[in-house]
């Protein structure tokens, strides 16, 4: 009878178990609320008085106070902001996948219909892992601005008139493995320091500056090879950009960086509207906050937050490959390519 009394109480205790709901420890629930009502974004969406009361009038229930905390943090951030619980291996989407993006993929998995002038790169979300080191985090970022230049590379072998770089499936992470990977396109021709964005706060506006092979923030580099990256066999051609409303976060970080470049025009569909940038802050329980504080802009310093509208309006798959096409072929380079190639054969 003892047994199946115990077996009884275990199993009443399982969705107990299953509904445990995690919340930060009172120190550092106690440093978000003042993080955020010193430096949250929109801050002042938030009555931080009536937050803490909630709080306290939670009597310690966790379900009570996770849902005071996570509707402070939702309205303080617009949804761009966010606590990490402990344990927690990867950062999770700001957004699924574009249904149907990339389903008309043909020869190595590129458009069917990709005009064989033209390079194809797609930038999709990126975060390191969580629980690993900050120098491990580092090598596996480095991996992937690595993995983005190869594929340029690769692209690069015959000439390109124009290129595509599609971000409708990137939903965020972390902005500087892409910004790195795609650098060869970012960069108009010529040495130097090359301003690719920047961030604005309360205070002055922090450039993202591409030192060719490096980038770097406030004096400090962000990421890096350690050497020049690869530069293109035609530096500077036009690059058509893909934007879909799963483009959100550090996607559309990469897409501001490519907005005010020269010969650059975007395709597709208004983004998420989460360009603003989050500062990585850890906790005294060691969990993770994510503070939604500035704004992203383009290198011209323009940006507001909120959702990036495409150069061109287009619906669906089908029309916003043919609209980029139709302007990258309608571009001096691919012009000239197009008449030269009979007399090349």
Known sequence: MAGRCAWVVAMMLVPALAQAVDVPSAESLAKMLDLMEQRALYREAVDWTLVRADIAGAHGDPARVRAVLDAAIQRSSKGHGRWVAAGSVQLPAQLNAVPGAGAAAGRGGLPATLDRRLGWVAVDRFSPTLASTPAEQARQSVQRAVALQQRLRDADSSPRCGWIVDLRNNSGGNMWPMLLGVEPLLRIPGDGIQVLGMLRGAGPNVPWESHDGTLMAKGRPMLG?????????????????????????????????????????????????????????????????????????????????????????????????????RWLLSQPGCVAQAKAAPRAG
Do not use: C, K, W
């Not at 907005?259 to 989050?278: C, K, L, V």
């Open 225 to 325: 090879f350690g050497q020049p990256g690869y530069r293109l066999r035609e530096p500077g051609g036009p690059v058509a950009v893909l934007l879909g409303e799963r483009t959100a976060s550090s996607g559309e970080a990469t897409a501001l960086a490519f907005r005010g470049r020269p010969d650059t025009r975007s395709f597709g569909a208004p983004t998420a509207g989460f360009a603003t940038s989050n500062s990585s802050i850890r906790l005294p329980d060691g969990t993770l906050f994510l503070l939604t504080d500035t704004l992203m802009a383009d290198r011209n310093g323009v940006g507001d937050g909120g959702p990036i509208v495409p150069d061109q309006v287009t619906e669906g798959e089908a029309a916003t490959l043919a609209a980029a096409h």
